[in-house]
């Protein structure tokens, strides 16, 4: 049982790429709430990315994504970096 779902893999592409581009912005609250937001806030901006899981099974790494599909995420981050920074929810 549950051994099979459906997942946005989007969701763990920005997750991942997150750290990096908090980073570059010293200034912005890096907590659970303000970065919960600002994943959030990206997502909507991206195109969701439906993927059928198995348990076990080994998936595509971010480091394997195309140059274009991290700038993408990147850009739709900093944008929501800059929303929630200049509004944090707290
Ligand atoms: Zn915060």
Redesign the pocket.
Known sequence: MGKTYIKNYMEDIVWELLPDILNRFPEC?N?E??RHDIVAKALNDLPPKYVARHKGEVYTKVAELTQQFRTDVYSALTKAILVVSQN?N?
Do not use: Q, R
């Open positions: 609250c907590c709430i303000c944090p707290h």
